[in-house]
């Protein structure tokens, strides 16, 4: 296994993903020459050109730079969204090349560090967002790898060579999070998924059993009260903590929730007494339960408490996490990347808390045949709290479609609710504010939806004054 010191050079396939762009922004802050390959341009891969990245879009190996066929002292990073078969990993596997899936890489960046690693179903993007932020406005510092651009700081990766501490979220697709060995861990929800590469929910749960027993002695995992996972594997000088929105048997809890100006105030609960007068700066009720938890991840790592009070209004939130684009007096254009009906159901449900009496319309963009398959009900269920929804087609990523697995899958059960089905290229010409009651239109979804937000947001800005 290549060593970090011996690692000159890094390709990345899959480069504009979120978590590939991170590394590839660590491997270029330690002097590395970095470039790779991704399918289509992006914000991501711009911003990464920008930086001196270079980018290709196409997956011939005659596009590798002369730099990168050196094998010595060259590190080839792939996600595990590109297929097998893909011409340029073939070729550096042929090749003798060192090869590694991201989620390996991110193992042996934490070695070494004090790893704050945040896994779960739902709010892991937010929760490992925030923490880094505390970590950030604290005397502690870190180092972050991120799933999404924090607005804060308008990137997915942090640098500090100073601090020992690195905050990781934990992605659990293709078992990702089992190279980590946290520190400090926290899982926020185990509501099945990746059900393609689990198979089964018991599979699922297992998993991440497995992922919080790798939390090293003398660590502490914060996990939210209720979870049904066996923590039995655990090393006896782990610590454990439960974290809540506002159940008083967890450990961290908040109390005295309130809407001060528009933002949500609280105290926060902890073994250690009572943080008072604290202040969101990302609306939401859910949030609130999500800086429950980064804020007992920053304490238990020596966090203060007059930092966290100083740092939590200053959090601007991520860009695609309950993002508001664009608001008038009786009008709101959101987008969030709920992909998984939990997700979706709790977003709606924080959508409807900030804009009572409004009508939400919801335009959802499946993510995987398989996900949609296996959760059509679900989707079907939290949709149907909309007042309408529009369909577009499945972003199929890495997978190929599977016979009768549409869109429709989800809209042909959702009763009660009107439904639209409109291509992805019609979106922009279909989606129009309505003029005769309040609105909110909501974008969600975690495939390419995201494209058309900025030009969806133009739109509405013109007619919505």
Same mark, same amino acid.
């Given at each position: ?18 978590? $590939? ?11 590395? $020459? ?29 596009? #590798? ?34 090869? $590694? ?252 808390? $900030? ?93 390419? #939806? ?16």
């Amino acid at each position: 296994m290549m060593l970090p010191d011996e690692i000159k050079r890094v390709w990345l396939i899959g480069i504009g993903g979120i978590g $590939m762009s991170a590394l590839a922004r660590y491997f270029k802050l330690r002097g590395c $020459m970095v470039a790779g390959y991704d399918r289509t341009p992006s914000p991501v891969t711009e911003a990464l050109q920008e930086e001196g990245i270079e980018v290709v879009f196409d997956e011939n190996p005659d596009l #590798i730079g002369p730099p990168f066929r050196a094998k010595e002292g060259t590190l080839i990073i792939f996600t595990p969204a590109v297929g097998e078969d893909q011409a340029q990993l073939v070729f550096f596997r042929e090749g003798g090349f060192t090869v $590694m899936k991201r989620a390996q890489v991110l193992g042996i960046v934490s070695r070494g560090s004090r790893s704050v690693c945040i896994a779960g179903t739902h709010g892991k993007t937010t929760i490992t967002t925030l923490t880094a932020h505390l970590y950030r406005e604290s005397s502690l510092g870190c180092c972050a790898f991120l799933g999404g651009i924090a607005k804060n700081f308008n990137t997915n990766f942090l640098w500090d060579e100073t601090s020992e501490y690195v905050v990781l979220e934990a992605d659990e697709f293709d078992r990702s999070f089992l190279w980590l060995r946290p520190y400090t861990a926290l899982i926020s929800a185990v509501d099945a998924d990746h059900l393609d590469v689990y198979g089964t929910r018991e599979s699922f749960l297992e998993a991440f059993a497995e992922f919080a027993s790798g939390v090293v002695s003398g660590g502490s995992l914060l996990i939210k009260d209720g979870l049904p996972l066996d923590l039995s594997k655990l090393d006896p000088g782990v610590n454990i903590y439960t974290y809540s929105l506002n159940s008083k048997r967890a450990d961290f809890y908040a109390e005295n929730i309130r809407i001060d100006k528009g933002s949500y105030c609280f105290d926060l609960m902890t073994p250690a007494g009572v943080i008072s007068g604290l202040e969101m700066g990302i609306p939401g009720l859910l949030n609130v339960e999500n800086a429950v938890g980064a804020m007992g991840l920053a304490l238990l790592n020596g966090v203060q408490p007059d930092e966290i009070r100083r740092a939590l209004p200053m959090f601007r939130g991520i860009r695609r996490r309950f993002d508001i684009w664009h608001k008038t007096e009786d009008f709101a254009f959101i987008d969030d990347y709920a992909h998984h009906p939990e997700e979706i159901r709790a977003t709606v449900q924080s959508v409807r808390l $900030m804009y009572p009496g409004y009508h939400l319309t919801g335009v959802f963009q499946p993510h995987l045949y398989t996900r949609t398959r296996d959760f059509a009900d679900g989707f079907a269920d939290a949709l149907s709290l909309l007042d309408e929804v529009v369909l577009a087609d499945i972003y199929p990523a890495r997978e190929e479609p599977i016979p009768g697995i549409t869109s429709r899958s989800i809209g042909e059960l959702i009763s009660g609710t009107p439904v639209t089905y409109v291509e992805y290229d019609k979106l922009i010409e279909s989606l129009t504010p309505r003029k005769d009651v309040p609105q909110v239109i909501l974008t969600m979804g975690a495939g390419d #939806i995201d494209r058309l937000v900025p030009v969806l947001a133009e739109k509405f800005k013109l007619l919505k004054k």
